[in-house]
Each structure stands twice: as structure tokens, then as C-alpha cells.
């Protein structure tokens, strides 16, 4: 393969509206790409263009700000356990992989805003107003909510179809999901984010549009450019949803090598089950808490820095 394939939303939610149970050709589609590759094309997801260019906008313009006033919102300020989730984080705060080391980028960090709460990755994030970085806040929440409302359901209920499962059969997993929401820069002429699985169900990514790519995916054989394609989102099976399905579907690794000499965005939402909800993987007697596997995650990456999912396989 030297391109991802394409799924289209609009096809896999024909049969999720409709109530029935039999696969349609994309949801046969979407089985054959999960089992083969974990990585595609999203299209048809009914999330404006605009919406989306103007989150880019806004978060590029938090970007450039002066270094002192992004701190104001870093993860040393944040309240949500652990504080490494949320908030902002400097070039070099973040490590994906150990052998490239820590990443030539920023983030900002954001989650679903519950009330405040002992529970992992629950509660509210301190973010910039308007005074400070104009429509930064709003613009991503109401991404945030659209992807929430319109992406991941159907997905999610795509995904139960093409295991054969009722069409439902994810949804109490997820009535009070964990989305770690984030919003990235790429620097000029050496951006980086090494080579890593990401460690959910699903990762939901929208990237700007340039003609020549910066993502890198292995597909099972080697590594190829994915290139940006207009009006598509990314999706990637996460560790999570190798574990649920007992490895039928597996994580794929990627990598970001940023070359060009503009600066890039990209926002990627990670999907996760509810805090605390336990599952048995596919033909086993088997729970997992996926609050125990983000948490470990999180220790590799903020604490040991051995990198993101399963870096530490990758070369």
C-alpha cells in the first residue's frame, strides 16, 4: 500500500440509521481496512471546512504569543488529575519516543469540561479567554463538540457492525466518554512528533493542508507518506482497540517529520471509554479498566519518557 484508503462516514451511518444489523459494503470495507491497515481517510463527516481552518487559526495565533503569557495556562496550573493532560506544554516537553527523544513541538491540551472531580482526566481546563487569544476557547469547543456528535457515534457504531456486534453495542462504554483534545505546532523546517501508537480506541485528526506531507504511517510492510487530503479527516486504531478486540485490529504506528519552512497545525482528538469502565476483550474472560491503561501511558510519556503506546517496540 502506498496510500491510505478511504471511508466514507456518510455510507457507515446509512446502516446505523436505518436500525438494521447486516453490513453494508462500507462497513465490509471498514473491517477489511481496520484488520489490514488501522489508518484512513475519514470523509463525508459533516464538519465544516470553516470551522475547522478557523480552530487552525486560532490556535496558531495562541501559538505566537510571547512564551511567558502560554505558561499561564501550562500543565503546572492545571487542576485535572493528572495535570499532564491538560494545558500547555513548551518545545521539548513531550517525549514519544525514547531513541528520537523529546518532540520539536507545542501543545495545548483540552478535555471534555465535566465538573471538577477526584477521577482521572474529569474536570474543567484553565484556558485562555478572549482577551488573551481571541476565539481559541470557542472555536475548539465547538469543534470538540461537533466531532463528539457527529464523528464518533457513527464510528463507534461502524466499528460494533464490522466486529458483527449489534449496532449499540459500544455505546455504554462511551455515554460519558474520555476525549483528550489536542491542538499541535510544528515548527518551521524541523517539527517533530516520534514515531508512536496512540494508546485509545481511536484518534480523530484534522491537519492543515499542505502539498507536501508531514504524517508517516507504517502500513504493515514500511513506511509511507501520508499526504493531506482536502476536506477528510484521519482516523488511527489506538492500543485500547487492539486490546478490545483481542488483536484483531491493531494500533498503527506514526511518526511526524515537519520539513517545510512554514509552520503546521494539526488537532487530534483522542477517544477513549468512559473513566472506570471495564471491558472484556473479544473471546476472553478478561476485564480491563482503560483508566489503568491511560494512566501508565501517561507515566511513560511525562515521567519515564519511553514514549507513547507501544514506542518502545518501534526503531
Given at each position: 500500500?502506498?496510500?491510505?484508503?478511504?471511508?466514507?462516514?456518510?455510507?457507515?451511518?446509512?446502516?446505523?440509521?436505518?436500525?438494521?444489523?447486516?453490513?453494508?459494503?462500507?462497513?465490509?470495507?471498514?473491517?477489511?481496512?481496520?484488520?489490514?491497515?488501522?489508518?484512513?481517510?475519514?470523509?463525508?463527516?459533516?464538519?465544516?471546512?470553516?470551522?475547522?481552518?478557523?480552530?487552525?487559526?486560532?490556535?496558531?495565533?495562541?501559538?505566537?504569543?510571547?512564551?511567558?503569557?502560554?505558561?499561564?495556562?501550562?500543565?503546572?496550573?492545571q487542576t485535572v488529575y493528572p495535570n499532564t493532560s491538560r494545558g500547555y506544554v513548551p518545545l521539548y516537553g513531550e517525549t514519544l519516543h525514547q531513541?528520537?527523544?523529546?518532540?520539536?513541538?507545542?501543545?495545548?491540551?483540552?478535555?471534555?469540561?465535566?465538573?471538577?472531580?477526584?477521577?482521572?482526566?474529569?474536570?474543567?481546563?484553565?484556558?485562555?479567554?478572549?482577551?488573551?487569544?481571541?476565539?481559541?476557547?470557542?472555536?475548539?469547543?465547538?469543534?470538540?463538540?461537533?466531532?463528539?456528535?457527529?464523528?464518533?457515534?457513527?464510528?463507534?457504531?461502524?466499528?460494533?457492525?464490522?466486529?458483527?456486534?449489534?449496532?449499540?453495542?459500544?455505546?455504554?462504554?462511551?455515554d460519558k466518554l474520555v476525549a483528550i483534545h489536542r491542538t499541535i505546532y510544528y515548527p518551521p523546517e524541523g517539527g517533530i512528533a516520534g514515531k508512536?501508537?496512540?494508546?485509545?480506541?481511536?484518534?480523530?485528526?484534522?491537519?492543515?493542508?499542505?502539498?507536501?506531507?508531514?504524517l508517516r504511517v507504517y502500513t504493515k510492510d514500511n513506511w509511507i507518506d501520508a499526504m493531506c487530503l482536502e476536506d477528510a479527516a484521519i482516523v488511527?486504531?489506538?492500543?485500547?482497540?487492539?486490546?478490545?478486540?483481542?488483536?484483531?485490529?491493531?494500533?498503527?504506528?506514526?511518526?511526524?517529520?515537519?520539513?517545510?519552512?512554514?509552520?503546521?497545525?494539526?488537532?487530534?482528538?483522542?477517544?477513549?471509554?468512559?473513566?472506570?469502565?471495564?471491558?472484556?476483550?473479544?473471546?476472553?474472560?478478561?476485564?480491563?479498566?482503560?483508566?489503568?491503561?491511560?494512566?501508565?501511558?501517561?507515566?511513560?510519556?511525562?515521567?519515564?519518557?519511553?514514549?507513547?503506546?507501544?514506542?518502545?517496540?518501534?526503531?
Amino acid at each position: 500500500m502506498d496510500s491510505l484508503p478511504i471511508i466514507s462516514l456518510e455510507k457507515l451511518k446509512q446502516i446505523d440509521l436505518s436500525g438494521g444489523n447486516g453490513k453494508n459494503p462500507e462497513n465490509q470495507h471498514l473491517y477489511n481496512v481496520c484488520l489490514e491497515h488501522g489508518f484512513f481517510y475519514l470523509k463525508d463527516h459533516g464538519i465544516s471546512t470553516e470551522l475547522i481552518r478557523e480552530t487552525m487559526a486560532a490556535s496558531r495565533n495562541f501559538f505566537e504569543l510571547p512564551e511567558e503569557v502560554k505558561k499561564q495556562y501550562g500543565q503546572d496550573k492545571q487542576t485535572v488529575y493528572p495535570n499532564t493532560s491538560r494545558g500547555y506544554v513548551p518545545l521539548y516537553g513531550e517525549t514519544l519516543h525514547q531513541t528520537t527523544g523529546p518532540d520539536m513541538k507545542e501543545i495545548f491540551d483540552l478535555g471534555v469540561e465535566r465538573p471538577t472531580s477526584d477521577l482521572p482526566f474529569t474536570g474543567q481546563t484553565l484556558m485562555p479567554d478572549d482577551t488573551v487569544a481571541p476565539n481559541f476557547a470557542s472555536s475548539h469547543y465547538q469543534l470538540q463538540r461537533e466531532v463528539l456528535t457527529k464523528i464518533v457515534p457513527h464510528l463507534l457504531r461502524g466499528l460494533a457492525i464490522a466486529l458483527d456486534c449489534p449496532p449499540d453495542w459500544f455505546d455504554p462504554y462511551f455515554d460519558k466518554l474520555v476525549a483528550i483534545h489536542r491542538t499541535i505546532y510544528y515548527p518551521p523546517e524541523g517539527g517533530i512528533a516520534g514515531k508512536h501508537t496512540d494508546n485509545g480506541i481511536f484518534t480523530v485528526l484534522f491537519q492543515e493542508y499542505f502539498p507536501t506531507p508531514s504524517l508517516r504511517v507504517y502500513t504493515k510492510d514500511n513506511w509511507i507518506d501520508a499526504m493531506c487530503l482536502e476536506d477528510a479527516a484521519i482516523v488511527n486504531l489506538g492500543d485500547m482497540l487492539q486490546l478490545w478486540t483481542n488483536h484483531l485490529f491493531v494500533s498503527t504506528p506514526h511518526e511526524v517529520l515537519h520539513n517545510l519552512n512554514q509552520s503546521r497545525i494539526s488537532i487530534p482528538f483522542f477517544i477513549y471509554p468512559n473513566v472506570n469502565a471495564v471491558f472484556q476483550p473479544i473471546g476472553t474472560s478478561q476485564t480491563i479498566n482503560p483508566t489503568d491503561i491511560m494512566l501508565k501511558n501517561y507515566n511513560s510519556i511525562w515521567v519515564k519518557k519511553t514514549g507513547g503506546g507501544r514506542a518502545l517496540e518501534l526503531k
